[in-house]
């Protein structure tokens, strides 16, 4: 019977990784009287639109799937208004109706697209999950679960490729993170240096199962490591403190570092979409984050710190509900696509 050799491998031992460098830890934003009004605005706006959506699904005016962003309006305002939108491309999943508001597209053609109409960004055939802009640079929009983070690092690998400065930012949620396309993503990303920040909004629950349930390693933003991607771990319901860490996230890209990883931590208030009833969480639980985190209640009382009034901030809300109830009236009275637009866009050219 062989033996086993005991002589010692020829090879030396493999040198010590070096210390890699990393991101500055993220300040908060120091935000204007102004700045934060825009915030503001743009967070409620999310709110109003959200809530008006769920009426119109409660009335049949909406069909198939529809999910709410409403609690995680931060997590969208605060990172892109860090980004050039003129030069930056955004993606993300099925949960997508804030990011596009966030990106200053028309609510009108958002909420068209919503109950199927001519007039929707995607001329009604895209609906909730699946909405699309090249025009404003915003990709979708995609219903399976995590698609959205390879092609978001194809979109900065197309950054990269035309030299044009642009960044990619690829939105994930906490149950995606587990999607074995995400670390081929991470991988690729990280040996080509591309301009991509990959954001998990960890919301909590994924589908109906806590993170915590679901996840060996429930601390999302060090997902990376194994790639040599840093990440951050960001508090998603303070708007100034997300945009201070997409601050240092677009930095880090710009300066040719290669991506970078950001983890919300965040909370929806509503089921995963509008027929999930949540009863795997308490309304206890739901109310307390309300109470204690709300992210635009958070914003109302920095602004009242800052003079403020209340009756200027109501002003914004009705001026805010008008825009909505008129985004939905254009909605409800724009006419449906004709039979004959099922046969555009099926392929890009012929074959």
Not at 63 to 83: D, N, P, R, T
Not at 163 to 175: E, H, K, S, T
Not at 241 to 261: D, M, Q, S, T, Y
Request: charged share 25%; with cysteine; net charge negative.
């Amino acid at each position: 019977m062989a033996r086993a050799s005991t002589a010692k491998s020829s090879k030396s031992a493999p040198a010590p990784i070096p210390n890699r460098e990393r991101p500055g830890e993220p300040e908060r934003y120091k935000a204007s009287k102004e700045e934060l009004l825009q915030f503001y605005r743009d967070m409620l706006l999310i709110r109003r639109f959200e809530e008006k959506a769920g009426q119109l699904y409660g009335l049949g005016l909406i069909g198939g799937f529809c999910h709410l962003y409403i609690g995680q309006e931060a997590v969208a305002v605060g990172l892109q208004s860090a980004l050039n939108g003129d030069t930056d491309s955004v993606i993300t999943g099925y949960r997508d109706h804030g990011h596009m508001l966030a990106y200053g597209i028309d609510p009108k053609v958002i909420m068209a697209e919503l109950t199927g109409r001519e007039a929707g960004i995607s001329r009604g055939k895209g609906g909730s999950m699946h909405m699309f802009s090249v025009e404003h640079k915003f990709y979708g929009g995609h219903g399976i679960v995590g698609a959205q983070v390879s092609l978001g690092t194809g979109l900065a690998f197309k950054h990269k490729y035309s030299r044009d400065g642009g960044v990619a930012m690829a939105y994930f949620g906490d149950g995606a993170a587990n999607q074995g396309q995400v670390y081929e993503s991470f991988n690729m990303a990280e040996l080509w240096k591309l301009p991509i920040i990959f954001v998990i909004e960890n919301n909590q629950y994924a589908m109906g199962t806590s993170v915590n349930r679901a996840s060996a390693e429930d601390q999302l933003y060090r997902r990376g490591e194994s790639f040599r991607i840093p990440g951050l771990q960001v508090d998603g319901m303070d708007v100034l403190a997300v945009r201070g860490a997409a601050e240092e996230a677009v930095k880090w890209v710009r300066a040719g570092k290669g991506p970078i990883l950001l983890e919300l931590k965040t909370y929806r208030y509503r089921g995963h979409s509008m027929s999930d009833p949540a009863k795997y969480r308490s309304r206890d639980e739901v109310q307390a984050v309300r109470d204690k985190s709300d992210p635009i209640e958070h914003a109302k009382r920095e602004l009242e710190a800052l003079g403020v009034s209340e009756d200027a901030l109501k002003d914004i809300d009705k001026e805010i509900r008008k825009q909505v109830s008129e985004a939905a009236d254009f909605a409800e009275t724009s006419p449906e696509p004709e039979i004959s637009e099922l046969y555009t866009d099926v392929l890009v050219d012929q074959y």
